[in-house]
């Protein structure tokens, strides 16, 4: 039987954007409306290391990689007052009217 660790409580994406933007902001990394070059590129750099950790089969490698790319999304999000919880919800809502393989047709 697998030992997991059971987190104390379950928390909404809008508390993980303030969690992680205090603790980014206590490392150093201030974040402003100006770094978004920079702030999607690092999204970007992790998305990278997730599609190499799993080319390699080091599925636990491209699970740490997608908590990266969470933690710098909602980081982002926090700095442009985005509620993504609100945002999923949205999108989630839109899609769910969209047919089937819907998207660009092959010419």
């Known amino acids: 039987m697998m030992n997991k660790k059971v987190p104390e409580r379950l928390r909404s ?3 993980w954007q303030s969690i992680v ?6 490392k150093g990394f201030n974040w402003t409306k100006d770094d978004v ?9 992790e998305v990278s290391e997730a599609s190499e950790a799993m080319r390699d089969d080091k599925i636990e490698d491209f699970a740490e990689e997608l908590a990266d790319i969470f ?3 909602v980081n982002l999000c926090e700095v442009y007052s985005i509620d993504l ?3 999923v919800i949205k999108k989630h809502s839109k899609n769910m009217k969209r047919p089937n393989l819907h998207g660009r047709k092959k010419k």
């Open 37 to 45: 070059d920079t702030m999607l590129l690092r999204i970007h750099s």
């Open 71 to 73: 933690i710098r999304l």
């Open 13 to 15: 994406i809008k508390e």
């Open 85 to 87: 919880e609100q945002e």
């Open 21 to 26: 933007t205090a603790w980014a902001i206590s």
